[in-house]
């Protein structure tokens, strides 16, 4: 059977993208360009907003997720880590694009962060968007904080869950096991900032995490947790993730190598 002409440019995309990892000029730009971006440095990351809110991303990843988003089809997004607020609008905007043509009936943006800034809380709150978005105040892993964002998600069919607030092992590990039983199969727990792993030295001096106690190695240590029992998902499911690499192998530049996991 002859090929629609949009699979035959997935499958164009998949062919080039393989071969990315193995062409050394193009990783060594990206990698070049990557070290000058960062904090203290370009601070390239604090250039941009959503919607007129800003959003502390790289927007490579936005693009990623703007494509998960819309193959998954979650009616939830569960996003651990605030700050402004962008990454919020991001989600709830890519919702009410999926309301609209028809593909979900009602979607919702769950936000939690230890510190929500007034003047945060009032932008989200007056933003044609705020009704797409609750926001929970505390830590994300402290038990009632984690039990209220279990009850929330059982008003929901299809859940996505993006991990970006305190980036040390040990936190991002445990918000890894109370939120990941809350993807559902098929969709996708984004970890950001693993990249703090490969990270040029000094590019986050003066922080509790850094080579060797960040998101990455968290998501390494989830990983041989699953494959050493039989997790179950709250779907009654096995649990299994796998890290989608053809996601930040496509995208070149990201602030989540290892971060993308898939659930199987």
Same mark, same amino acid.
């Given at each position: 059977?002859?090929?629609?002409?949009?699979?035959?440019?997935?499958?164009?995309?998949?062919?080039?993208?393989?071969?990315?990892?193995?062409?050394?000029?193009?990783?060594?730009?990206?990698?070049?360009?990557?070290?000058?971006?960062?904090?203290?440095?370009?601070?390239?990351?604090?250039?941009?907003?959503?919607?007129?809110?800003?959003?502390?991303?790289?927007?490579?990843?936005?693009?990623?997720?703007?494509?998960?988003?819309?193959?998954?089809?979650?009616?939830?997004?569960?996003?651990?880590?605030?700050?402004?607020?962008?990454?919020?609008?991001?989600?709830?905007?890519?919702?009410?694009?999926?309301?609209?043509?028809?593909?979900?009936?009602?979607?919702?943006?769950?936000?939690?962060?230890?510190? #929500?800034?007034?003047?945060? =809380?009032?932008? $989200?709150?007056?933003?044609?968007?705020? =009704?797409?978005?609750?926001?929970?105040?505390?830590?994300?892993?402290?038990?009632? #904080?984690?039990?209220?964002?279990?009850?929330?998600?059982?008003?929901?069919?299809?859940?996505?869950?993006? $991990?970006?607030?305190?980036?040390?092992?040990?936190?991002?590990?445990?918000?890894?096991?109370?939120?990941?039983?809350?993807?559902?199969?098929?969709?996708?727990?984004?970890?950001?900032?693993?990249?703090?792993?490969?990270?040029?030295?000094?590019?986050?001096?003066?922080?509790?995490?850094?080579?060797?106690?960040?998101?990455?190695?968290?998501?390494?240590?989830? $990983?041989?947790?699953?494959?050493?029992?039989?997790?179950?998902?709250?779907?009654?499911?096995?649990?299994?993730?796998?890290?989608?690499?053809?996601?930040?192998?496509?995208?070149? $530049?990201?602030?989540?190598?290892?971060?993308?996991?898939?659930?199987?």
């Amino acid at each position: 059977m002859n090929k629609s002409p949009l699979e035959q440019f997935k499958d164009d995309i998949s062919q080039r993208v393989s071969e990315y990892p193995q062409n050394q000029p193009l990783q060594s730009a990206s990698k070049a360009f990557f070290d000058q971006i960062g904090v203290g440095k370009a601070d390239y990351v604090y250039n941009f907003t959503w919607l007129g809110v800003p959003i502390i991303q790289i927007p490579q990843d936005l693009q990623a997720l703007q494509e998960i988003i819309w193959e998954v089809k979650p009616d939830l997004i569960i996003e651990a880590g605030i700050a402004w607020g962008g990454t919020l609008v991001h989600s709830a905007s890519m919702l009410a694009i999926l309301e609209v043509c028809g593909e979900i009936e009602q979607g919702h943006v769950l936000g939690i962060d230890i510190d #929500i800034r007034p003047h945060n =809380k009032k932008m $989200l709150a007056e933003h044609p968007l705020a =009704k797409k978005i609750t926001m929970l105040e505390g830590s994300s892993i402290d038990e009632n #904080i984690i039990a209220q964002v279990h009850q929330f998600a059982k008003n929901y069919k299809r859940i996505m869950v993006c $991990l970006d607030s305190n980036h040390t092992h040990e936190h991002v590990l445990a918000e890894l096991e109370a939120y990941a039983p809350l993807v559902s199969q098929g969709s996708y727990c984004m970890v950001g900032d693993t990249v703090i792993e490969d990270a040029p030295e000094g590019m986050v001096s003066q922080r509790p995490w850094g080579k060797g106690n960040n998101p990455k190695t968290a998501v390494w240590e989830y $990983l041989k947790h699953l494959q050493q029992g039989q997790s179950l998902g709250v779907d009654g499911e096995l649990l299994q993730f796998e890290i989608d690499h053809q996601i930040e192998n496509k995208i070149v $530049l990201t602030g989540s190598p290892d971060g993308f996991l898939r659930r199987y």
